[in-house]
C-alpha cells in the first residue's frame, strides 16, 4: 500500500509521466522480474521443492522478482491506456465499473444457476478449459451490455435502487 502510495504521489498511477518513462519503466522492471522469478522456480525445482530451500531462500526469488514484475505491469497498462489503441475497451471496462454491484449480482446469478444443485449443477464437472470459456462469455457480455445499457439509463439497476434508498426518494433513472 505505501508503495502505491509512493507511485501516485510521484505521478505514475496518474499518468502523468512520458511514454518513455514508461516504456524504460517496462523494460527494466519487467523484464529483471521475469528473469528473477524464473530463476527462483528453477532454484526451487532443482531443491525439489523441500521445505527448509523453498520456505525461506527459495521464497525469496518470487517475492522480490514480483515486486519488479508487478511495476512492470503498471508501465504496460499505462502504456495501452495511453496508446488509445484500447479506447473501446477502457469506455467498456468504465460503464462495468459504473455498474459494479449489478455486474456483481449478476454475475452472482450466473454462476450459481450454472454449478449449484438449483441450477444444473456443473459444479466440479467441467475442465478448467469450460470455466474459463464461461468465464470470458460472462465477461465479453458485461462489456458488451453495461455500455449499451448506460447509454439510456443513468446508473445500472441495482445502483439506482441502492441510490434511492439511500437517498429516501426516487432519483432519476433514465438519461
Not at 488509445?84 to 462495468?96: D, T
Request: proline residues 3%.
Amino acid at each position: 500500500m505505501l508503495i502505491g502510495m509512493a507511485l501516485f504521489k510521484w505521478g505514475i498511477l496518474s499518468l502523468q509521466k512520458s511514454k518513455k518513462f514508461y516504456s524504460n519503466m517496462l523494460t527494466f522492471c519487467l523484464i529483471p522480474g521475469l528473469i528473477v522469478v524464473g530463476w527462483g522456480i528453477k532454484s526451487n525445482l532443482d531443491a525439489g521443492f523441500s521445505l527448509e530451500y523453498s520456505f525461506f531462500p527459495g521464497f525469496q526469488y518470487n517475492y522480490w522478482g514480483s515486486i519488479l514484475v508487478s511495476f512492470g505491469y503498471i508501465a504496460l497498462t499505462i502504456l495501452l491506456i495511453k496508446s488509445r489503441y484500447l479506447k473501446v475497451l477502457i469506455k467498456s471496462l468504465q460503464a462495468v465499473g459504473r455498474m459494479a454491484f449489478t455486474n456483481y449480482i449478476l454475475q452472482t446469478v450466473i454462476c450459481t444457476t450454472l454449478f449449484y444443485g438449483h441450477g444444473l449443477g456443473f459444479f466440479g464437472k467441467m475442465e478448467r478449459v469450460e470455466q474459463l470459456l464461461v468465464v470470458t462469455c460472462i465477461w465479453i457480455f458485461q462489456l458488451t451490455f453495461s455500455p449499451l445499457w448506460l447509454n439510456r439509463f443513468r446508473y445500472g439497476p441495482l445502483e439506482w435502487l441502492w441510490r434511492s434508498l439511500t437517498y429516501r426518494r426516487v432519483v432519476p433513472f433514465k438519461n
